[in-house]
């Protein structure tokens, strides 16, 4: 039995990820990426390039400290400059100095670049490529130097005979790899899969008198034409045995290769040896670390790892999935980690309302609660609501719908006053007053804003009643315009994300997010507030039950 082929999976997350709008990442950020990369079992992590800037060059001063599992650390840099030695040139200094195992060397591969952008000869070009490739190449420290061909396919497509002569000077240089760059992300994949058909047979047909041995090719495509993944799957499906990307496919522009997907594919669907052995079953995990890192949204409908890859809504997809999975599911969702999510809106069925909450309720065979809970979102999202998120609030309708909601407090008013003052300062100020077990509480709280005084002024009623709402922390907060042609009378939807335990190392942190729908802010929020603290009293009391 013949082995999987091994495809390797080279890294640019911290280089060329960070070169996309709004990405930024902290060197203890950095770190931590790479030490996870490495535990699942990436096999190149390029940490930056070390004489861009102070981060990358401490990047790679802690890299060096560290005991890596299984990934080689890759320093990223430029050519040498014009009629200026290697040895000389402090760009490729800094290179050596990084104390990487691997280097990556970008070079002009498009005539159109060497002539109006690096503004040298081409003559010049290829040397420039071939001595900083020996020179890295030499150092002892240096086990592999990977030429990266910028603009390579639109370079071939301009002039196939100067790209390829880029290419075998970086071969004569010492490079264990070439690495294959649609650069501007334009490239379809019918031509990748020429191009790198062409160049295999130019490099198989090199005379005896080059010494150096064929380098292997790789990889590294961008997505301006939505065609990233595509793309890179040509490639290997051509010869390619390495392919280059980020994480969730942040990058300039429009983004690198999504490498969650290409691994995800590479594995499930062509049964190549990628990561370690079950790290693709961390997929999910990675990419929501990332998220966290850089501080960027989830994208709703990546391909595997996102809450929409198994998201099921219209009632007719719920009805099958839950006879048989695979009618709707390409692939079983925890094989990368994620998990199946049953979505409840107006375009649902009974069917959805059954298989979401079917057994947590004991509701999976009374249809009169599944269709009165069925008829009340749709009434409700009707209005402005949308409980797709908002599973805490959908779930609080249930309750209703079989009597079982409990009645916490009874409120008696809530109000809000902000002042602005001469010196430009402000203040907000909350009164709630509430019965609570029999007892009125009326409290007064400040707060940086109406939502953040009235949040106050609420606990300060319940704490004494219910002192586990302590545990409940705002994680994130979102208002959307509901009708926007009614404009400042709009209606507004306001969606809070909360998290119980949160800091608390004894025990796991739960999320739930709440909604609320008003043509006031304010009372949208409060809302969703009042939810959040009901569904976190109703489930916490439930747990000390149990």
Sequence with gaps: MTSPRRVELYDTTLRDGTQGLGITLTLVDKINIARLLDDL????IEGGYPLSNPKDVAFFEEARKIEW???????????RR?????????????????????????????????????RVGRDENLVMIEDSVRYCSDQPQVEQVFYDAE???????????????????????????????????????????????ALQAHLASRTPKTPSPTPTLAIHVHNDGGLAVANSLAAVQAGCVQVQGTINGIGERCGNVD?????????????????????????????????????????????????????????MHVHAVQRIAHSYEHVPPESIGNQRHILVSELSGASNIAADLGEKFGISDNKAVQRKVLERVQDLEHE??????????????????????????????YRCTISRHSDDSAGT?????????????????????????????????LRPHYPQIERLHLADYSVRVVNPTA???????????????????????RWFTTVGVDTNVVDASWQAIADAIQYHLIESNKAVKA
């Design 82 to 118: 014009k009629d200026v030695k290697p040895e000389d040139d402090i760009g490729m200094n800094a290179l050596v100095n990084a104390g990487a195992p691997i280097i990556t060397i970008v070079g002009k591969t498009w005539d159109l670049h060497v002539d109006e952008v690096l």
């Design 69 to 79: 599992k299984h990934a080689k650390v890759c320093a990223f840099g430029m050519t």
């Design 384 to 413: 402005g609501y949308q409980f797709e998120r908002a599973k805490a609030s959908y779930e609080l309708l249930v309750y209703e719908a079989l009597g079982r909601r409990t009645a916490f407090w009874d409120l008696d008013h």
């Design 41 to 44: 079992g990436f096999d190149y």
């Design 259 to 315: 490498l969650i997907t290409i691994a995800a594919n590479l594995s499930l669907k062509y049964g190549m040896d990628v990561l370690r052995k079950s790290a693709v079953q961390r997929l999910t995990e990675l990419s929501r670390f990332v998220y966290d890192a850089t501080g960027t949204t989830p994208v709703p409908n990546q391909p595997y790892v996102s809450d929409g890859a198994f998201s099921h809504k219209g009632g």
């Design 429 to 461: 100020e909350a009164t709630v007053k509430l019965m609570v077990n029999g007892k009125v509480e009326h409290r007064v709280a400040e707060g940086d804003g109406p939502v953040n005084a009235l949040d106050g002024a609420l606990r300060a009623c």
């Design 487 to 509: 404009e400042s009378a709009a209606r507004v939807r306001a969606t809070i994300e909360f998290a119980v335990g949160l800091n608390d190392p004894n025990c796991e942190t």
């Design 151 to 197: 603009h390579f396919f639109d370079g071939y497509k301009a002039n196939a005979q100067y790209a390829l002569q880029t290419l075998d000077a970086a071969v004569k240089g010492g490079a264990t790899r070439l690495v294959l760059c649609d650069t501007n992300g334009g490239s379809l994949p019918s031509e990748i899969t020429e191009i790198v058909n």
